[in-house]
């Protein structure tokens, strides 16, 4: 079994700044890839950002250069740094995983971190 757990999450003001953090734990024995999504009450959750193995990235045209994703691939870690952040990228962001976990295919949602954005 493998967990995801987010952190960093939090109110900022438009414009401001924010990290979000996320750590995969279990029995993994390799991740492909770590992707961050987010999703408003009412609207579908939505890809923000992913970064696959051999590092590309790729990022929805509502955050692409305002936010940057990576991964350390040894610690099982990714993180968002979001940038310039709007009123309109407020939502709950969650984390997800997809790997190989001892042999089983994992595909791991973590539990989410509310982002608002306001002033």
């Known amino acids: 079994q493998v967990q995801l757990v987010e952190s960093g999450g939090g109110l900022v003001q438009p414009g401001g700044s924010l990290r979000l953090s996320c750590v995969a734990s279990g029995s993994i024995f390799a991740v492909w890839a770590m992707a961050w999504y987010r999703q408003t009450p009412g609207k579908e959750r939505e890809l923000v950002a992913r970064v696959i193995n051999g590092g590309r990235t790729e990022y929805s045209s509502a955050v692409k250069g305002r936010f940057t994703v990576a991964r350390d691939n040894a610690k099982n870690t990714a993180e968002l740094q979001m940038n310039d952040l709007k009123p309109e990228d407020s939502a709950v962001y969650s984390c997800?995983?997809?790997?190989?976990?001892?042999?089983?295919?994992?595909?791991?949602w973590g539990q989410g971190t509310q982002v608002p954005v306001s002033s």
């Open positions: 997800r995983g997809d790997g190989d976990a001892r042999g089983a295919g994992f595909h791991s």
